[in-house]
């Protein structure tokens, strides 16, 4: 274990950089070869292809207007000087999407309740749209448990509406590592009932998971021991297959449950958010440039291009057996951000997720969040998609 010496193994952003340059070599070959059969979800409009063109009218809410900012992706209140990155919009390549529209969203959703479910990058998601809802309407927060909040409730009044978050960075039963026990231990074929056992108050469910799956584990399927990830004295299986039965298991859940009861409910998946990280995380100018990649400067493949075919072949599998079950109480959707956020290195927190971290100077060694977005940032476009694929739902533009 002498190459994690040093690094906090409760900050998964820490561990990214040397997991993902093992991760994206191993793979990167393989994955290259399946780029010209990539699957793509099946919607109306193909949001994973497109560019980021300049946009004047900027975010719709800032750092101090919204309240429920995580502190540590509060970019400009922290003190980060460049402004540009707020000031890009997505735009796709067959279609328009629109700006996110606070008042018809929440008329979409009226009664309702929208669930986020998985890690932290779940959480990020889920306050880009709180923070938009808010410049229309103010969400009530009546629910708080766990350490960092990491099971919270809100309602909004206006429109009868319940938003929700759940902790739950593997979708299955998992016991995270410790201090002691450097380790995650996963059971594939069980899913995680802190957010299962509430499927049935649930409207909309917005999974987003990806990044715990790098770390140390050990797994369990169907009572025996699968193999490991980095540990020593174990069959090494890598991480990639792990994360698609987890998946499978994970909608599984969802068709089987809902068949008992007669509520309707639409399930999303985000596809993989990648990082940004260009060498040490704890160096200067880990992530630090200040503009999107064009296309042509930044290939989807490698490790990153596997985590998102694999939850797109796990969702469009979920599709079929949600059909040959005949239920249809159960619609799968995926949010295919990864190619879009890939192009994004400038939206990270990156020192930022400190305040002020060179009020004494540049130092050489400084912490870097190259995982999570700055709030307003990219992450908004997540939920723009979102919003777009509800309203074509609503007014039958997809199948």
């Not at 409730?153 to 978050?165: A, T």
């Not at 290939?299 to 075919?309: F, S, W």
Request: aromatic share 14%.
């Amino acid at each position: 274990m002498s190459l994690y010496i040093g690094i906090d193994y409760h900050k998964p952003y820490n561990l990214a950089a040397y997991f993902w340059s093992k991760a994206h070599s191993f793979l990167i070959a393989k994955s290259r070869q399946k780029n010209s059969s990539l699957i793509k979800p099946c919607l109306g409009c193909d949001h994973s292809q497109g560019e980021w063109v300049p946009n004047k009218l900027g975010p719709l809410y800032n750092g101090t207007t919204c309240d429920t900012i995580k502190q540590g992706q509060n970019c400009v209140v922290y003190g980060r000087p460049d402004k540009d990155y707020l000031h890009w919009r997505w735009s796709p390549k067959n279609c328009k999407l629109p700006r996110f529209d606070p008042r018809n969203f929440l008329k979409l959703l009226k009664n309702k309740h929208i669930a986020f479910v998985g890690d932290s990058l779940a959480r990020n998601q889920l306050e880009s749209m709180l923070c938009m809802i808010s410049t229309v309407s103010k969400p009530n927060l009546y629910y708080t448990d766990g350490e960092d909040n990491k099971f919270r409730k809100w309602y909004i009044p206006s429109h009868n509406l319940n938003v929700s978050i759940y902790w739950s960075p593997f979708l299955v039963k998992g016991v995270e590592k410790t201090n002691e026990n450097n380790f995650n231990t996963l059971y594939l074929d069980l899913v995680d009932e802190k957010w299962a056992k509430e499927l049935k108050n649930m409207d909309f469910l917005v999974f987003s998971i990806g990044h715990w799956y790098l770390h140390p584990a050990i797994y369990h399927y169907k009572n025996s021991v699968l193999g490991c990830h980095f540990r020593e004295n174990c069959t090494e299986i890598g991480f990639f297959d792990v994360f698609g039965k987890a998946l499978k298991t994970a909608f599984l859940s969802v068709i089987d449950r809902k068949a008992l009861d007669k509520n309707a409910i639409s399930v999303f998946l985000t596809t993989f958010s990648p990082a940004h990280f260009e060498g040490e995380w704890d160096k200067f100018g880990a992530c630090a440039k200040t503009r999107p990649y064009k296309e042509s400067e930044m290939i989807l493949d490698g490790a990153i291009e596997e985590m998102r075919r694999i939850g797109v072949v796990e969702l469009k599998e979920a599709k079929i057996r949600a059909k040959g079950f005949g239920n249809n109480n159960v619609r799968f959707e995926g949010l295919d951000i990864t190619k879009l956020a890939l192009l994004r290195p400038d939206g990270h927190p990156g020192p930022y997720m400190n305040a002020f971290p060179f009020a004494n100077g540049i130092s050489e060694r400084v912490q870097n969040d190259c995982v999570h977005w700055c709030l307003p940032g990219p992450i908004d476009t997540w939920n723009e998609i979102l919003f777009d694929v509800i309203k074509r739902w609503d007014k039958g533009k997809i199948l």
